[in-house]
């Protein structure tokens, strides 16, 4: 199952991918109208395994009637407000260290013993297709990183290694816009990734049911068609079981909570010379199975 949010006269609304074409959930779940219909997709990932029985339940039912062409739609992003930040791991695949310390002239570091969280505020979501500004004010070297989401669908802390896989909904794309500069002025990471509109998200979730090979997928981005990163998930230092075991050491996850699982080499600072994002570029950040991400730069 694919789901996606889009835009409608009344607000948000959660859609079912169905080839071409898009069940629109909000408008046909049971009682539709009232507060209890699913508007996004982490409404559905807080109905748990009964608000994806009732989905199977509309799919196997669904007619013309109740279906609208996925290319009429304007998407959001999957979650377009998350209650809470983004959960980021940050130097989770070591050619990107590597690449980093190059730019840096510095020997190669050791592999981090264990990963390293950030947050990006829920200001920072956006959708593909929208603008990401270039933020000139406050930053001369803005940059991009594919990374793979993961959408939480089951509450939980102290969760282990082995159980992880239970708390996991399904999976999304996040490009995590950095200004370079002000990562390094603020010495913590918060302030160079917490930018308004730097992180685009979507453009759908695909259900865990629906990419059993998420430990090896295809991860590439682009800037104005040239292919900038291309890596897997399987070069991950620390996997999603692992993620997910260190980031709930005290700490709950709850459903519609999102992570992004880090980025591989192939950024514009560690370039030579670096490129970064400029007013008119295109990037996109692409995952095998789940689609591409796209924005421009604008002013």
Not at 132 to 142: C, D, F, R, S, Y
Request: glycine share 10%; net charge negative.
């Amino acid at each position: 199952m694919i789901f996606l949010t889009f835009a409608a006269a009344d607000g948000s609304h959660l859609g079912l991918l169905i080839d071409d074409n898009v069940l629109d959930l909000t408008k046909v779940w049971p009682g539709a109208g009232q507060a209890s219909a699913p508007r996004h997709v982490g409404d559905l990932a807080e109905a748990g395994e009964a608000g994806l029985a009732i989905v199977r339940d509309l799919a196997s039912t669904a007619n013309a009637a109740n279906l609208v062409a996925l290319a009429s739609l304007t998407l959001m992003a999957p979650i377009p407000r998350p209650k809470k930040n983004v959960f980021c791991v940050g130097r989770n695949y070591k050619d990107h260290i590597d690449e980093g310390m190059r730019a840096q002239g510095k020997a190669p570091a050791p592999l981090p013993s264990v990963p390293e969280f950030f947050t990006k505020p829920p200001t920072a979501v956006i959708a593909s297709g929208e603008t990401i500004p270039q933020h000139a004010n406050v930053t001369e070297q803005l940059d991009y990183e594919v990374e793979l989401a993961v959408i939480i669908g089951k509450p939980g802390s102290n969760i282990s290694a082995q159980n992880a896989f239970d708390h996991v909904f399904g999976y999304s794309i996040i490009n995590d816009i950095t200004s370079r500069d002000m990562q390094r002025r603020y010495g913590q990471w918060f302030k160079g990734k917490g930018l308004d509109r730097s992180c685009p998200f979507g453009p759908v979730v695909v259900h865990a049911s629906a990419l059993p090979n998420v430990a090896d997928l295809r991860i590439v981005s682009t800037v104005n068609g040239e292919v900038r990163q291309d890596s897997r998930t399987s070069r991950m230092i620390f996997d999603i079981p692992a993620i997910i075991e260190h980031l709930t050491r005290g700490l709950t996850l709850e459903p519609g909570d999102v992570i992004a699982t880090g980025t591989p080499s192939g950024v514009g600072y560690a370039m030579t010379p670096p490129h970064f994002l400029l007013k008119g570029d295109r990037v996109t950040a692409e995952i095998e199975g789940i689609g591409i991400l796209s924005n421009s730069i604008v002013a």
